[in-house]
């Protein structure tokens, strides 16, 4: 998978391309199995890392694409695709679960309440729309 730092992601995105905006704190693909969904990953300490190491980036932890029919795994890691096996319904639940817990324990600790951080996410994607 190639990389490509954007400020706005293209309305018409292209297969095996990871773009990066860096002003907008996400990366957004079309998901590596072919299906074409959008997949949006968010930088955050409950989110998504990504490491650039001057050539090559990398995407941590793993893709689950849990909603869609595809229900796709993956890692990208120095611009690769790595499939990752398939999660069973009880440890894709279990998963998001444990996500949950850890954003909302990050959010304690960070003095930022749901609804606030709920508002900072509409503003961006207000600011993302008012861009184009």
């Known amino acids: 998978m190639k990389?490509?730092?954007?400020?706005?992601?293209?309305?018409?995105?292209?297969?095996?391309?990871?773009?990066?905006?860096?002003?907008?704190?996400?990366?957004?693909?079309?998901?590596?199995c072919g299906c074409k969904n959008e997949v949006v990953t968010p930088f955050?300490?409950?989110?998504?890392?990504?490491?650039?190491?001057?050539?090559?980036?990398?995407?941590?932890?793993?893709?689950?694409?849990?909603?869609?029919?595809?229900q796709s795994h993956y890692f990208i890691k120095n611009d690769e695709i790595i499939y990752a096996r398939k999660l069973s319904k009880n440890e894709i639940r279990k998963g998001r679960k444990k996500d949950q817990k850890q954003k909302t324990r990050f959010l304690k600790k960070a003095r930022i309440s749901p609804l606030a951080w709920l508002g900072l996410k509409k503003r961006i994607r207000y600011e993302q729309e008012s861009d184009q």
């Open 3 to 32: 990389h490509k730092f954007v400020d706005i992601v293209p309305e018409d995105m292209e297969d095996g391309i990871l773009y990066i905006s860096i002003k907008y704190g996400t990366a957004i693909h079309l998901c590596a």
């Open 44 to 70: 955050s300490p409950t989110d998504w890392q990504l490491t650039f190491d001057g050539k090559t980036v990398s995407l941590s932890p793993s893709i689950g694409n849990w909603s869609f029919k595809c």
